[in-house]
């Protein structure tokens, strides 16, 4: 028999702790189990994850949440990919689309393909066979279609959005359905003397507030798992050196386009969100390579609108925590760990510790084999994620300053060492179905970034090769005429807006 949690306590609120609660409201409300959620309105929240990817649509359904009313709410836009500039060389450009593209001809990636044709004349892009990009490319957007002879099947999407509106829309919706909110400054933590287990909060005004299971969403600071429960910090910065950042909002910009950008500088690199109602920008660089003013000044010289406030400036050191659950204690989002928003993870790394935290959740006798199942994805996860966008700095060919230097010259994780090589080979690509990034993610920004395979896969060259070469033809014409055919990104947005 068990002995259920009775009474859950989110520390911190912003947008892992207002997903955090919107989601145990849906699903952890029995009618007999309180959530709590503590923060302090003093207390500023970290806030510029404003970019995000497909998964995170999943997460609102999940969660009942209309389209057109997120839209409303939040500024969001759609996101179809990520556009980077001078990544691979100077004065080069390529888009990491999202979705699949064209079809696995007899059960082989597309790419394959690809690579083995791609000198024929009749062959673009790869980026070509991505429904996508014609999009990204024609400024234009539509809805996926359930059908999966349609060409708008493959067109996957995420949202940017304005993430202090997507906690307040979150918030109102988890107190709604029963989340109890308390102001208060958490000033100490008492511990049961058994178990080592948290017991309570204490708050500035003299409260306690008790429970069974605590979720830590306290930012960088990890108040619970990090400095209460000594949980040591994985530190990745010789992999990825970048610890400073700064954000500012700038006007809108038309038309609107519905892609991130992400553009390279000498000493990191810069990003451009399009909102509804402004643009998100920032940027990351090493400290160890610029001073805050250079960056301060590089980032202020670059925007494509002017700025609407001060440059805001955040510090940090990319990682995780070698454990994300310990006792009683769960972190989500920056009290877990941070990897630069190069591919827009932060978001979907806290609905991937909801999803896990939901599936594994434990009663008050907290299983070891749940906690360290739990454990092991959720590292998996960070580490998959690290790997992927350590790809990014160490595939380039510039040498124009000591950071590019630097990158490419470093030692990386074996684990992403052995991928490029078994690409560079013939273009495979080692994936397991519980990774992040899927097969086109890689080979997007592999071939992006100047990886081009050796070879290919030899099971291509038992398929008719005017065969396929007719219907890659094909796929990139019927791709580019659906988004020549779609309303302006903006327009699509407000004919949503509008419902």
């Known amino acids: 028999m068990t002995d259920p949690i009775r009474t859950i306590v989110i520390v911190g609120?912003?947008?892992?702790?207002?997903?955090?609660?919107?989601?145990?409201?849906?699903?952890?409300?029995d009618g007999q189990r309180r959530i709590l959620l503590v923060e302090s309105d003093a207390i500023g929240t970290v806030g510029v994850g404003e970019a995000t990817i497909p998964p995170i649509r999943d997460f609102n359904n999940m969660l009942g949440i209309d389209e057109a009313e997120f839209l409303r709410e939040t500024g969001?836009?759609?996101?179809?990919?990520?556009?980077?500039?001078?990544?691979?060389?100077?004065?080069?450009?390529?888009?990491?689309?999202?979705?699949?593209?064209g079809h696995n001809f007899e059960g082989i990636a597309f790419h394959q393909y690809w690579l083995k044709h791609r000198h024929d004349p009749r062959i673009g892009a790869f980026t070509d066979y991505f429904i996508t990009a014609a999009a990204v490319r024609h400024r234009g957007c539509a809805p996926q279609s359930g059908d999966p002879r349609s060409p708008l099947h493959q067109m996957a999407a995420a949202y940017h959005f304005d993430a202090a509106l997507y906690a307040s829309y979150l918030r109102r919706r988890a107190e709604a359905q029963g989340v109890e909110r308390i102001e208060g400054r958490i000033t100490g933590v008492a511990r049961d003397?058994?178990?080592?287990?948290?017991?309570?909060?204490?708050?500035?005004?003299?409260?306690?507030?008790?429970?069974?299971?605590?979720?830590?969403?306290?930012?960088?600071?990890?108040?619970?798992?990090?400095?209460?429960?000594g949980v040591a910090y994985r530190d990745w910065s010789r992999w990825l050196p970048c610890d400073r950042a700064f954000a500012v909002p700038s006007a809108r910009t038309d038309p609107l386009i519905p892609a991130t950008r992400a553009?390279?500088?000498?000493?990191?690199?810069?990003?451009?969100?399009?909102?509804?109602?402004?643009?998100g920008n920032g940027i990351v660089w090493s400290s160890a390579h610029a001073g805050d003013d250079e960056a301060r000044d590089t980032l202020l010289a670059n925007l494509d609108s002017e700025e609407l406030a001060e440059p805001r400036q955040l510090r940090f050191t990319a990682g995780v925590r070698e454990r994300l659950w310990e006792g009683n204690v769960v972190a989500l989002g920056l009290a877990g760990g941070f990897i630069e928003p190069l591919e827009s993870t932060s978001i979907h790394l806290i609905q991937t510790g909801i999803n896990k935290l939901f599936?594994?959740?434990?009663?008050?006798?907290?299983?070891?084999?749940?906690?360290?199942?739990?454990?092991?994805?959720?590292?998996?996860?960070?580490?998959?994620?690290?790997?992927?966008i350590i790809l990014h700095y160490k595939a380039t060919a510039r040498t124009d300053t000591s950071f590019w230097r630097d990158m490419a010259a470093m030692e990386i994780p074996d684990s992403l060492a052995q991928k490029i090589e078994l690409f560079r080979t013939k273009g495979r690509i080692r994936r397991f179905d519980h990774d992040l990034f899927g097969v086109a993610n890689w080979a997007a920004v592999m071939l992006g970034q100047n990886i081009v395979p050796d070879g290919y896969d030899p099971l291509v060259d038992a398929t008719d090769d005017d065969r396929i070469?007719?219907?890659?033809?094909?796929?990139?014409?019927?791709?580019?005429?659906?988004?020549?055919?779609?309303?302006?990104?903006?327009?699509?947005?407000?004919?949503?807006?509008?419902?």
């Not at 553009?263 to 399009?274: D, K, L, M, Y």
Request: glycine share 10%.
């Open 76 to 101: 969001a836009t759609f996101k179809l990919g990520i556009e980077f500039v001078d990544w691979g060389a100077l004065g080069e450009r390529y888009l990491h689309p999202f979705g699949d593209p």
């Open 469 to 499: 070469i007719a219907a890659m033809e094909r796929i990139a014409s019927v791709f580019d005429q659906q988004a020549r055919a779609m309303p302006p990104h903006a327009d699509y947005i407000a004919r949503l807006v509008a419902r």
């Open 359 to 388: 599936w594994l959740f434990p009663d008050r006798s907290f299983s070891a084999v749940e906690r360290d199942e739990y454990n092991r994805l959720m590292i998996d996860q960070y580490e998959y994620v690290r790997d992927f």
């Open 193 to 229: 003397g058994g178990s080592g287990h948290v017991a309570a909060l204490r708050l500035a005004d003299g409260r306690d507030v008790a429970g069974d299971f605590f979720i830590d969403c306290s930012g960088f600071v990890s108040l619970l798992l990090g400095k209460e429960m």
């Open 13 to 29: 609120g912003g947008t892992a702790g207002w997903m955090a609660a919107a989601a145990a409201a849906r699903f952890l409300n």
């Open 263 to 279: 553009t390279a500088h000498g000493f990191g690199w810069q990003w451009r969100i399009p909102l509804q109602h402004r643009t």
